[in-house]
């Protein structure tokens, strides 16, 4: 049972750590970096929630070993929204838009759309929802979260611009 | 931690990853994007000692084509070869089905190479690469190089003729020229599951005639299953000749289709029969009677 050192830049920060060779990159975030915003439901590829950016893709980061992601740069949900609070657009259209309750799938939800409308990309709704298959949701019946990606689409969504600030 | 413990090492050349296939005795096992292996890790229902992670293998990606065929590396990311423009104009078929397997963030990771290796039988790519005549590159420490066409390769479910100590390194689809018509068609409970029932192939037409046929069946039977007989009775009939049921009729009967929670095994046949007559007709511009 190999051990090995790593470095991994999360969120913009180094972070080393030395992991056994079995420990998953999302078991590396949450147990040892402490980024419990990075939910992990299945554990073996189904669920989606445990999705994270590395190096710009998102992925599954139960599917992959922490000792794969040496040297690579991960944005966890934490590195979404600017220091001072502002929310990641993402972030404001899924509140905008009602796309979450109970919030277990939502990390791994905001993750990928903020993989794929990284640098200006203009994804179009249909990539969007083609890219949710990847993701389950157990509350919202996903209505509010396809809102949410019309909104980042530029599309009307039917709800009030303001609803999410009165509610 | 899920997985059973194991050794861990990230080779930089194809040679490393050979000398340590070679001297585990068995009891290495490859990982590449890990979107099979990771869960069989998690369910230990995968126990290796030694994981031996292609991903760092220098030139252990990329597609390059020459006149005749399309060689695409292993390691490639299925997300790359699937956005390369120039892949999907030499390789149109190849380009649908990679789009019908799993979920964009699962595509990120895994590899054309893992895909083609692990053999599930209702998986797109091994199926495509049975229809379109590709021959898998292996190498191995100790017996060099070998080449064998897809066809040969699948003996079961993931079962393959590879050996514990051989790695694949490449797929090399042959290509069929602009004016073959593409057939696929893919019968799934939500998008990115496993085919319950699927349909791969292209059609090559000279003159009004079939002039080639490479048609294969993902989620008929324990293998990826080429439909033999109707390629045959394809082959040099005329367009206005072909009656597309009757064709369907003798690609179901090389199938060996299974019942599992999913779908019967009937089911899989009575789809199968409907999706490849009308895929086919479609294909090829015939137009038919209503069912
Ligand atoms: C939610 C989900 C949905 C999915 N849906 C589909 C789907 O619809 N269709 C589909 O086809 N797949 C699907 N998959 C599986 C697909 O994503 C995998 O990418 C693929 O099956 C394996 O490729 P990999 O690179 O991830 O290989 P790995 O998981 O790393 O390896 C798979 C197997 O192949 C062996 N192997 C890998 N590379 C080589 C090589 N170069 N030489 C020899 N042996 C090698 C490994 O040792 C292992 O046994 C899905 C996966 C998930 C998690
Ligand atoms: S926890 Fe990773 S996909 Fe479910
Ligand atoms: S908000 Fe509860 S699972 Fe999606």
Redesign the pocket.
Known sequence: MSEHAIEVTINGRPVSGRVEARKTLGDFLRVDAGFTGTHLGCE???C?ACTVIVDGLAV?SC?MLAVQADGAEVTTIEGLAAEDGTFHPVQQAMRDNHALQCGFCTPGVVCTMAALTADDAKPSEDQLIAAMS?HLCRCTGYQGIRRAIRQLTGQPTGVAADHGEHA | MKPAPFDYVAPGTVAEALDVLAEAGGGA????????????LALRM?QPFIL?D?NRIEG?RGISHTAESTRVA??T??AVALADAEMKGAQPVFNLALS????Y???N????????????P?????ATAVALGAEIE?HSRDRGTRRVKADEFYLGP?MTV?EPD????AIHYPRWGADAVTVFREV?QRP????LVGLVGRVAIEGGKIARAGLAWFGMGPTPIKARQAEQALIGTALSDIDPRGIAELAIADTDPFTDHHATAHYRRTVGRRIFARTLGEALNIQQAAA
């Open positions: 073996h590829g189904v989606g599954r599917l990847g | 096992t490859l990982l590449a994007g890990g979107q099979t292996l990771m869960p069989l995968s031996v292609v252990f292993a390691g990311r299925q019908h397997v799993g979920h963030q699962t595509r990771r895994g590899t054309i190479g893992g895909s083609v290796s692990l053999g599930e209702a998986a797109e790519m091994p292996i993931y590879l051989e790695l694949v390194t799934a990115g599951d496993f085919a």
